[in-house]
């Protein structure tokens, strides 16, 4: 019998800026190179070195805005007075060849996301930090943000923080690598879904007539 393609999975990873979602992103496809990172579009400057179309798509506010008013966009949001959002047309077609997709994206963006012609492949992570000492610690290690952008993400991190009842799993990042372990099982076991792999039937049907051949 062929070989069955499921259709892959439409993963969103959550968290409070610092908690490490990007990191965790950053191994699962490691972990599995078959997955494709989601590339997002954002008006924000780039940081030191970010490249273009390698971190994110960067893009003035008019060019953002006209992309979501052609509906180019899966989901968009405005954080911290920029833009981000996630192309559509991509993220689409790397479901439909069987491969799973990861969205590094905020609360805002994984609530559109689940609402969208998508929401039947999602499998939503939210990420917690062990406490929000360690959170802040980790903002500061980056040494990319000035205090004042470091407060302003703290004082965001409890609102965010709030919507983790909203997702299917939540994993606390006290050790990276047991977080690593925490989410690929999920991810093993949602694809192993019955509902997750559309060829099943016909190979059910092809076991009975094995039966009935014999």
């Known amino acids: 019998m062929a070989e069955m ?12 800026s610092g908690a490490g979602k990007s990191t ?3 191994r699962l496809m490691a972990w599995d190179g078959s997955m494709s990172f989601s590339v997002s579009a954002t008006t924000r400057a780039p940081r030191p070195g970010e490249v273009d179309g390698r971190d994110y798509f960067f893009k003035t506010r008019p060019e953002f805005e006209a992309m979501v008013a052609a509906g180019e966009m899966l989901e968009h949001a405005e954080v911290f007075g920029n ?19 990861i969205l590094d994206i905020d609360w805002q963006g994984g609530q559109q996301v689940r609402r969208s012609v998508l929401a039947q492949d999602v499998v939503s992570v939210f990420i917690l930090p062990p406490s929000i000492a360690d959170l802040e610690s980790r903002l500061r290690g980056r040494a990319q943000d000035s205090d004042e952008v470091i407060a302003g993400r703290m004082a965001k991190s409890r609102d965010e923080i709030s919507h983790w009842g909203e997702y299917d799993y939540v994993v606390i990042n006290r050790d990276v690598d047991v977080a690593e372990e925490e989410i690929t ?8 879904r019955a509902v997750r792999q559309p060829g099943l039937t016909d190979f059910v049907r092809g076991l009975n007539g094995e039966f009935e051949a014999r």
């Open 5 to 16: 393609r499921r259709r892959g999975l439409l993963i969103i990873l959550s968290s409070p």
């Open 24 to 26: 965790l992103a950053k």
């Open 83 to 101: 833009l981000y959002g996630t192309p559509r047309g991509p993220v689409e077609a790397r479901l439909a060849e069987g491969r799973d997709v």
């Open 185 to 192: 099982t999920i991810l093993r076991a949602e694809r192993a």
